[in-house]
């Protein structure tokens, strides 16, 4: 049985911290999706409007009170430096899908793998959840690296996974960790 915490917690790896999404985010996550480097290997829209980022934060508290996905800020010493959460969860299975993205100015310091680890923790052994997959696009081999870092396993090539906003159809890397 799935552990769901009643309020979502606030968790802390070495400097960085995730906690739940807040009002005064609004402003942080539209300014870092105008990014295209996000919209490119995420299924965040290019161009980002600031009504998206208001959306996407107002909605992750109800989000995570009816169990259908965690969203958390990424904070490096007080300062917004992404997002990274649960989505896909299958409650019955014990499984859910894990996806992030950094701010161009974070990427590349080992932030996103710190909280990768950090939320593969909570999830396998706070939340109980049996298996976290992770896909990245198979072109974005930082986003794949980042996972192998985070201790996930290739599990294997989905080809035409996924269809972009541009009708493009892209293959992407199907990544896992178990709960022994």
Known sequence: MINWPVNQ???SHGEITLRPLREEDISAVYE???DPTISAFTRVPYPYEKE????FVRGSDLSYRSHQGIVFAIEKAGVFAGTIGL???QLTDHCAEVGYWIEKSHRGSGLCTAA??????FSLNIMAFRRVEGMADF????SQRVMERAGMVR???LRNRVTKPNGDQIDMVLFSIVKN
């Open 52 to 55: 998206m980022a208001e959306e």
């Open 32 to 34: 870092a999706c105008q």
């Open 139 to 142: 072109n974005n081999f930082a």
């Open 116 to 121: 990768l680890q950090s939320i593969l923790d």
């Open 9 to 11: 917690p606030t968790l």
């Open 155 to 157: 599990d294997a090539l």
């Open 87 to 89: 989505h896909g969860i």
